[in-house]
């Protein structure tokens, strides 16, 4: 399996875009065929083979269809398949980027939802070969993070950012090392202003956003532990929990495993799509 992670280098994308990566799977390979998808505050553009099928399950319902799509931010951990030979190349947003997008026929902010994309044609870049696009990724990734900045330039320069899309950008900076409740008077706004404008451009709360950052940042920190190197007691302190009952709570919300089925099983549990690998963006 091929993964990579390239932040943008036009300042115009990287306004909008946290990363590009890449991830392939080939025949042959021994990975988990059913991974999970953690919650993510983000939107993912995915670049896909026209006739290549995703699946995405929650509980049971499952969002399907074939070729490029737009993952929205969701709030609750996405089951893959992954059983066949597959490759993504996706486009990890800043969150709340699209609030500013021009999309066809789309309402926003959305959440939970998977929706076929014809990239060519939202890029404005009509006679785009998707097929070389996913070569270059596979041959050169330095060169296909320029060419991705290069296509995405006169889609993204119709993007029209306002005073709300400005303060909720302004929440994000501090975000994970505020108290919500005092936020509002550091940005110099009320509280309520400051929480009904980032539910409106990101379709989430700050609470909810805060607890996905702490989530991404607790894996990324357990990555490289083994089981028996992990003290849960210590990253319920190291991460703010009240107590280890508090944590395992929170795990089984967001994963639905317990701390101790995620150190059995982390390899099933993955943020693949511009997140949690063990990879830092270049």
């Known amino acids: 399996m091929i993964h990579w992670l390239h932040r943008p280098k036009s300042p115009l994308v990287a306004m909008f875009v946290e990363c590009y990566w890449m991830i392939e799977k080939k025949h042959g390979a021994e990975r988990a065929q059913f991974p999970k ?24 319902v499952c969002a399907s269809g ?4 737009l993952l929205f931010p969701y709030l609750h951990t996405y089951q893959l398949d992954h059983s066949q030979p597959f490759i993504h190349l996706g486009i990890k947003f800043k969150v709340g980027a699209l609030y500013s997008a021009v999309l066809p026929n ?26 070389c696009l996913l070569n270059l990724a596979r041959s050169n990734e330095k060169a296909c993070s ?15 950012p306002d005073r709300y899309s400005e303060l909720t950008s302004r929440a994000l900076q501090i975000l ?8 509002g008077k550091t940005l110099h706004c009320s509280q309520r202003t400051l929480e009904r404008t980032f539910s409106k451009v990101t379709g989430i709360t700050l609470k909810q956003c805060q ?19 992990i003290n849960w007691v210590d990253v319920a302190f190291k991460f703010g929990f009240s107590d280890q009952p508090h944590l395992i709570r929170y795990l089984k919300s967001q ?8 150190a059995k099983e982390r390899g099933l549990t993955i943020d693949i799509y511009g997140g949690i690998t063990g990879l830092k963006a270049k």
Request: hydrophobic share 40%.
């Open 255 to 262: 994963l639905g495993l317990t701390p101790n089925t995620y």
């Open 106 to 131: 789309q309402s926003h902010p959305r959440l939970n939802q998977i929706e076929p994309i014809n990239f060519p044609a939202l890029i404005l870049q009509t006679d785009l070969n998707i097929s």
């Open 176 to 183: 994970d090392s505020a108290v919500i409740a005092e936020m």
């Open 66 to 69: 074939v070729g490029s799509h």
């Open 146 to 160: 320029e060419r991705l900045d290069n296509l995405l330039v006169p889609w993204l320069s119709q993007f029209k």
């Open 211 to 229: 607890s996905m950052n702490r989530l991404e940042a607790m894996l990324e920190y357990l990555a490289p532990l083994s089981k028996e190197e």
């Open 37 to 60: 998808l953690n919650p993510d505050p983000s939107a993912h553009l995915i670049i896909s083979p026209a006739t290549q099928p995703y699946s995405y399950d929650v509980d049971g």
